[in-house]
């Protein structure tokens, strides 16, 4: 019996790890894309003439904190008076309501063309929103920014050019994080958010596979939103959905990777696991809507394999939770000395740790920090990755089950921070306490792996084990002191 329960626990193990393999090793296909393209810019119209109309749209939802910065930045944009129109569309239940409302019409009174759409309920949430503006925008290209992003001056003067032909719907600025530095979970956030945003959005525009919108930062083509269907509300992610459907009828889209806007960073756990929960299950349903119609389509046959990368690498999430809760007994499975051909060939699964370190290693060109940093933080990113794979593995559960799910946003609070205003925890996401709870035990679990291996002398298992104990040990202890224990964020200086 036994050896028919650990060739169980084996074959579960060794299926998990091939599986976060596959992903993990398509670092090596972005950095061989990387190489093969690199070098490739597109193609920007010189003589492009600012005479379009556009329309800015800035989707709030109690923003109290970041609205005024959003809205003076958005009012110094460069751009024709005449040509441009801005609309805020203010989901908001609490005193973001009227701060707005006052900001507006002050910004009227200087001669700006701005609008306040307040709507008194969030049906189809974010996608609701832009859907109810788009249909009384009149501009030609539509430029949306989430409340805690800051455009330069030049952002249309820089994007609009980059429209250079009739199919081009969407020029994405990459996400500059404003405060990086703020605290240790920012400086990981963005070591990993890199990765996307340096490396595989750059690599996959040209390369010719499909990207995806990022929901803000970037400027769409009225025409291409229209034609795409519009906004939908049947996915948390509205902007990955947009973005296929988009493509797939023949939309070209541009990313920019050299010009960037500033965006905030959440400097709490339980923000930060909402806003992985919202991205996780919102690409698995994505993923369930549109991956058949990518295989059905026309496209060749590498963009079809890479949008299935794309749109499919969060069902990694459940396999690195198995692997987390077999590697303890993998570690007794392992000491029997019965199976130890297949633990020899088991090292290649080191390949998936590399790859992953080469790719996000690369994409730290853009951070201020020195190399040893760089390489310092990598280790604790990957901890921390596993550390989510519980919330993130619930998401992806989720998202197959069709659950329906509120669209929480992630609460933005560093112009308060700049102005040392006293914050309340009001806007934090209320802790899931079954989650954190699964997770301070699967970090106990972890640390009795730790231990085992270290008097096994296996050395191997023992950094594994380590790597979840120190992952699963941050995002539940940090959870639950930041729910229980800060009570203010910062603190006004009296």
Partial sequence: MNGFVFDLVLILYLISLTIILLYSSHGFIMLLYQKKYGAKSHKRNENFIFDKKITIQLPIYNEKYVVERLINSV?????????????????????TVEITRRLVEQKKNEGINIV??????????????????????????????DADFIPSKDFLIKTLPYFS??????????????????????????????????????????????????????????????????????????????SY??????????????????????????????????????????????????????????IKLQSTFHLTNNLVFPFILLVSILN??????????????????????????????????????????????????????????????????????EGFLNKETEFVRTPKYLEAYFRKDKIDNEYIPRIDFTIAIIELFLSLYSLVGVVISFYNKDVGAFFFNLFFFIGFGIVSVLSLKHSFFNKSIFIKND
């Avoid at 991205?279 to 349903?285: Q, V």
């Avoid at 990598?378 to 998401?395: C, I, K, Q």
């Fill in 75 to 95: 009012c110094k944009i460069d751009y024709p008076t005449d040509k441009l129109e801005i609309q805020v569309l203010d989901d908001s239940t609490d005193e």
């Fill in 116 to 145: 306040h759409l307040h709507r008194k309920n969030r049906e189809g949430y974010k996608a609701g929103a832009l859907n109810e503006g788009l249909q009384i925008a009149s501009g030609d290209f539509i430029a949306i920014f």
């Fill in 165 to 242: 032909s009739d199919k081009i719907g969407m020029v994405q600025s990459r996400w500059e994080h404003s405060n990086e530095d703020q605290s240790l979970l920012t400086m990981v956030q963005a070591f990993g958010l890199n990765g996307h945003f340096v490396v595989e959005q750059s690599v996959r525009n040209k390369s010719g596979f499909f990207i995806n919108f990022n929901g803000t930062a970037g400027v769409l083509r009225k025409e291409c939103i229209e034609d795409a269907g519009g906004w939908q509300g049947d996915t948390i992610t509205e902007d990955l959905d947009l």
């Fill in 245 to 302: 459907r988009a493509q797939l009828k023949g939309w070209k889209f541009i990313y920019l990777k050299n010009f960037s806007t500033p965006a905030e960073l959440p400097d709490e756990i339980n923000s930060l696991k909402a806003q992985q929960f919202r991205w996780t299950k919102g690409a698995i349903e994505t993923a369930k809507k549109l991956l058949a119609k990518v295989w059905k389509s026309k496209f060749s046959l590498r």
């Fill in 328 to 397: 303890l007994p993998i570690i007794f499975i392992k000491a029997t000395g019965n199976y130890e051909n297949t633990f020899v060939w088991m090292s290649i699964f080191i390949l998936a740790v590399v790859s992953s370190f080469l790719l996000y290693y690369s994409a730290q060109s853009v951070s201020r920090h020195s190399w040893i940093k760089k390489v310092m933080l990598f280790p604790l990113f990957l901890s921390t990755s596993m550390g989510l794979s519980v919330n993130n593995t619930r998401a992806v559960v």
